[in-house]
C-alpha cells in the first residue's frame, strides 16, 4: 500500500505519460495481496493520468478492474467502503473503457446530517473522489459545506493528524468559497513539511496543488 | 471521564440554555464561598509579595464580576452576587486607597493602573489615585512602554475607562496582534489563543461593547471559533474554552448558536459540583473531593484555589455572556454559524 | 500455513478496516517560552492575564 501510494506521488511528480503505477510497484493481476492494496488506493492509481491529462496505462486498468470484481462492497460495508469502490468505477467508466458501464451512485445521506467533525473525516477518507470535472453525491455534499471542511482541515493539523488534514486540503483545493483566511496553499505545504513521509498524505498534497494550478488557467 | 466535544459534536437545539443557568450559578456560588482566596495578606504592599497571587486574582474578581453584573438582569441572585463580591473587592483596596500606595511604591508599573481600571469601568472612583496616575500616563515613557500588542490594547481599553485620552491608536495596535492580522487559524494554540481572547476583552470592553468589533474580525471569529473550541474540549483546557466561548458570546450580531450548544454542555462536564472548574485536565472523582473534604484537609484539596479561581471566574464571566445572547437573541440563527466571506 | 480462504478473510477484515478507517487520537503540544534574549529574568506582572502556567499534571 505504502508502496503503491509512493509509486503514484512519483507519477504525479513527473507526469511520466508512460509510468505504469502497478508495474513500478510490482503488482500484477495474479497478486491478491497487491490487488488489496490497489483495492485501498482505489481511483487515485489513475490519478497521474487524470490530473496530467493523458491515457492511463493499460497495465493499471487492467488491475484497477481486477480489483474492483475482486473485492465488491459486503452487504454489511461502510459507506466510505461502498463509495470508494463507486469512485473505482467510475475512473474506470471516465477512461471510456467499453467494460466499465458507468454505476448507479450509492447514497450519501449519511454525509448530509454528520457533524463537521465526522465529515471532515469522511470526506478525507474519501478524499480519491476529490477529482476535476468528477461530480457525485460527495462532492455536491462536499461543495455545500466548504466551511465545515475548512474547520475539519484546522482541527485536523491542530491534532497533527497529517494525513486528515491532507485529504480535507485536497478537497478545498478543488472547491470554491473556503474562506480566504484559511491560508491554505502555506497550509498544505505545512502538512506536507510535517507529514509528507506518509506517502498517502504526499500523494494528496500534491493532487490539490495539481488541481489548483488546473483551476487557476 | 468527560465527554469531548468529539464525541458529542452537534449539540442540540437548546443545549446550552439547558446547563447554562447551573454552571453560572455553581461557579459564581464557588467565587462567592472562596472570598477567603481573593482576601489580600498583610504585606501586599511589601515589595517581595507576589502580585500574582494576590492582586492579580482580586482584580480578576472585580473585572469578570463587573461584565457578569451588566450581563445578568436586576433583582436575579446572579446580579446580587456579582454586585456583592465587586463590593468586597473594592473594600479589600479600601476604596482605591491601597492602589494609590501601591502606585506610590511602583508609580511607573502599568498594573496598578490596570486594576484601577477594572474598579473605574464599575463606577468606583478614587480622586487621589487619578491625580498621579493622571500624571504619570501623560508621559512619553507611559506611551511608549514596551509590551505585547494585546496587552497595550488592555491598557488602552483601561485607560478608556478611566476618562484618558488613550496614548496611541487602538486601530493600529489591533492590527499588531495575531488576531488582528487574521492569522491562519491552523496556527492556533494554546498561547495564540490566550492572545486572542484578551485581544478581544480590550477592545470589547470585556465583553460588554461587542459592537467594537470590526467586521473582518467578526467574521473570522465566527469561522474559526468551532474548531479551536473543539480542539480545547478535546484536551481538556478547560480555562482557554471558557475564554473562547466568551468571546464567542462577544460577537456583535446573532449568537452562534450551533456552538454554544455544542460546547456547553461539554465544559459543564469540568465543572465540580462545588463550582469549581479546573484550569486544564480531568476533573477530581467524587471519591478524591469528599476523601479531602473528610480528611479535615490533610489530603491536598483536588481544587486548590490558585489552579481553579481563574477558570472558575472564566466560566461564572463566560456563563453570563451567553445566557444573556442566548435569551436576547433567541433563534435568528441562519446566518450566525457559517463565518462566510473571510 | 493459511489455508487461502482464511487468508481471503484477513484480507477482507483489513480492507474493511483500511477503506473506513476510525479518527486517529489527537496529539496536542504548545509552544513554550524560552527567555532566551529576554531583558527580564523571572516573570514580569501579567495582570488581568492568563493564568499563570503552572506544571501539567499526568
Known sequence: MHDLATEVVLALRSGDHLATVCGAAGIDEDNRTGIAAVRVIGADLLLPSVLHGHHPHPGDIAVLHRAVREFPPRPDASDAAVWSHWGMMSALHRTASATAPGADEPNAAWLEGAPWQAFTHQLSVLAPLAVPAASSAVHRAATHRVVDLSRGFVRAVRRRNWLQAAGAGRWLAALEGRPDSLGLDRGLDFVELMGGTDPRVALHVRAARLMAEGRAR | MTASVAAAPGGTAGAALSVLPVVLRRALGWADAHRAGFVLPEDVLEPHTEVNRTLKPLGELAQLCSTISRSTAPHTPEHATANDLITFAWDQVHAGDLLLELLRGEPFAAYPYEIYAAFAGFGLRNECFERLAGTLSATRGWAHTEQHANRELGLINSERRVGTAPHTDAGDVLARTWLGGLSEPWMFEGPSGYALTHTVFHITDWCCVPERMPADIDAYLRAWLPPWIDGCLESRQWDLTGELLAVAAALPGPPPTDLLDAAWPALATAQAPSGAVPETGPTASPAETAQAASSGGADPDPYPFLACYHSTLVTAFAAALSLKRLTTHPAETAAADTGAAV | ?58
Open chain 3, 1 to 58: 500455513m493459511y489455508t487461502t480462504e482464511t487468508t481471503a478473510t484477513d484480507i477482507e477484515l483489513d480492507l474493511d478496516e483500511a477503506l473506513n478507517p476510525g479518527e486517529a487520537e489527537g496529539f496536542y503540544r504548545d509552544s513554550r517560552e524560552c527567555a532566551y534574549l529576554a531583558l527580564l529574568g523571572g516573570g514580569s506582572a501579567l495582570l488581568l492575564s492568563p493564568p499563570t502556567p503552572r506544571p501539567k499534571k499526568g
